[in-house]
């Protein structure tokens, strides 16, 4: 499966962003996906995921109740809600997918995964 992460941009610290990762090439309900991020001389970590319905989602604790994840595999596209957004949200955000299930151990990576290409968020103050 293919991914195309968008939706990133400049927001003020306390805004919304709804990144988007439309998938092609596969069934996108076969697929687990998971959202990472990686800030400036960060290491990659994990942000939230979902399951293939949809019926269960995972949160990084630096996130939850302010970020949510969501998906419409009608229209093959995965979905993350920022909200209350923060300058230490700022960081280049991709989505994966998984058939196996590992995203939702929140691993950051794995040599299964399929990587979108990446959207950068940038949270002012």
């Known amino acids: 499966v293919q991914l195309q992460a968008c939706g990133g941009g400049l927001v003020q610290a306390g805004g919304f962003l709804r990144l988007s990762c439309l998938a092609s090439g596969h069934t996108f309900s076969g697929y687990d996906m998971g959202w990472f991020r990686q800030a400036p001389g960060k290491e990659r970590e994990f942000v939230a995921a979902i399951t293939k319905t949809g019926s269960t989602t995972f949160y990084a604790d630096s996130v939850k109740g302010r970020f949510t994840v969501s998906r419409d595999n009608a229209k093959n596209t995965g979905y993350l809600q920022m909200g209350s957004l923060k300058p230490e949200d700022t960081a280049v955000y991709f989505c994966?997918?998984?058939?196996?299930?590992?995203?939702?151990?929140?691993?950051?990576?794995?040599?299964?995964?399929?990587w979108g290409q990446g959207t950068l968020v940038t949270v002012s103050s």
């Open positions: 994966a997918a998984d058939r196996l299930g590992t995203v939702m151990t929140r691993a950051t990576n794995a040599p299964h995964y399929s």
